[in-house]
């Protein structure tokens, strides 16, 4: 939030129509200041890097490069809010965290909504919807905001009131999410809790061993030390892996 207590905005828009009205409605908030325009991917990143901005009202769909692929540049630890023509990318959006979306055209109303939530800190969930195996994540992890695809989720581990998310690409990153939280989303048929502070990714099971007191020690791709399957979770485990 810059020192005139306004957040800093930053509009990624390629259609010139829908980028001048987004601004002339932002401009009716005391609290927004529209710091920069874009219309691609090249252009948003400097302009991020240049003005810092506070919330990004992104476009899904552009010419080139996408807004998805936007933030998988970027660290950008504000709050995103997607934009969209098109239904079916906003309830995507929406299933992967983004603070919130908007579909074109954008009414004053519901942008009125989007702003009282930024104002409120309180971002949009939907914890009755279990997400797709091909989804992609945008969490915060660590300081920074980050863009991932569920499949590539190797494990996630307990740490506290955090998660650890451990991906196949080498790295991890903690998450303010319950492991609760996480066996309510993921995709059931391809994720599998194994231990009260451990839920495994299926694909990525090498083999699993027997080990002391009736629980087993497994052995995931990507990962020198095996995980826990304990003696509660394990006729579960064994009926899905048959």
């Known amino acids: ?6 957040y800093r ?3 990624v828009e390629d259609e010139r129509l829908a980028r001048n009205e987004l601004i002339a409605m932002l401009a009716e908030f ?9 219309e691609d991917v090249p252009s948003a990143m400097e302009c991020i890097k240049n003005q810092s901005p506070d919330i990004i009202f992104l476009d899904i769909q552009m010419p080139g490069e996408s807004g998805l692929d936007l933030l998988e540049k970027i660290d950008f630890s504000g709050h995103v809010v997607f934009v969209t023509a098109f ?8 299933e992967v965290n983004a603070f919130d979306y908007l579909l074109k055209p954008v009414s004053p109303q519901r942008l009125q909504t989007t702003i009282n939530r930024v104002r409120d800190g309180i971002e949009l969930h939907d914890g009755k919807k ?16 980050r863009f991932f695809k569920i499949a590539e989720i190797i494990c996630i581990l307990a740490v506290g009131d955090y ?5 196949a690409t080498g790295t991890s990153g903690l998450v303010l999410k319950t492991m609760t ?8 048929n391809c994720f599998s809790r194994v231990h009260k502070s451990t839920i495994i990714n299926m694909e990525f099971v090498e083999r699993v061993e027997k080990w002391m007191n009736y629980s087993y020690l497994i052995y995931l791709k990507g990962i020198k030390e095996p995980v826990t399957l304990s003696r509660r979770y394990a006729r579960q485990l064994k009926e899905r892996m048959k």
């Open 163 to 167: 998660s650890k998310v451990v991906l």
């Open 1 to 6: 939030m810059s020192n005139i207590g306004k």
């Open 87 to 94: 239904d079916e990318y906003a309830i995507r959006a929406f």
């Open 30 to 38: 005391d609290c927004i200041e529209v710091v920069g325009v874009a």
């Open 181 to 188: 939280e996480w066996e309510k989303r993921l995709p059931s």
């Open 9 to 11: 905005v930053l509009i």
């Open 130 to 145: 279990e997400l797709h195996y091909d989804d992609r994540l945008f969490l915060m992890v660590g300081n920074h905001m």
